[in-house]
């Protein structure tokens, strides 16, 4: 065994000074491995976020179709424009069938599809088309929340989801 009194350049004693830079380093790696994981799922987190105020904000120029048929011809002409597809929907699609998956993706399609068909079909003088597709919209609004829960990984389901099945 070497004495490191005549030795100063024992293991122990170099470790001591290089060994915080070593696991320093390693410890770098780790963390922005980890900030990479957490930045990602920040982004996923955001994406569900906007895919479901796109889905809720077309469940809501629903019913305001709904209500407002055939009562109100200005704000109807205006509802009609809000179900033509345009530019945020299209981005917000794209970007949770690339951040997300395919299931939010696909799910929330459905969804936005059947309410412009219900819309539609409001406008076009058939106003029970809401009443008697109503439980086909929650099954459809069901799957999306499903869906996003599913991608953040949340466990527990609200009562909501339970009831609409």
């Avoid at 994981?37 to 809501?60: C, G, P």
């Avoid at 629903?62 to 945020?88: A, G, I, Q």
């Avoid at 829960?149 to 009562?159: A, G, Q, Y």
Wanted: glycine share 4%; hydrophobic share 40%.
């Amino acid at each position: 065994m070497i004495d490191t009194i005549s030795n100063p350049f024992s293991f122990s004693m170099i470790w001591n000074y290089i060994g915080p830079l070593v696991i320093g380093g390693f410890g770098y790696l780790i963390t922005n491995k980890v900030w990479d994981r957490q930045r990602q799922w920040e982004l996923k987190r955001d994406q569900v976020y906007e895919a479901l105020k796109l889905a809720a904000a077309f469940e809501n120029d629903l019913r305001s179709v709904y209500l407002c048929h055939p009562k109100d011809e200005p704000t109807m002409s205006e509802l009609k424009k809000r179900f033509e597809p345009d530019t945020k929907f299209y981005s917000v699609m794209f970007l949770t069938d690339v951040v997300v998956g395919k299931e939010l993706g696909d799910s929330l399609l459905a969804f936005v599809n059947e309410i412009r068909r219900v819309a539609m079909d409001i406008m076009a003088g058939k106003p029970d088309s809401y009443d008697s597709e109503h439980m086909k919209l929650l099954q459809l609004k069901n799957a999306v929340k499903l869906a996003a829960r599913k991608e953040l990984n949340i466990k527990k389901k609200s009562w909501f989801c339970f009831w609409a099945n």
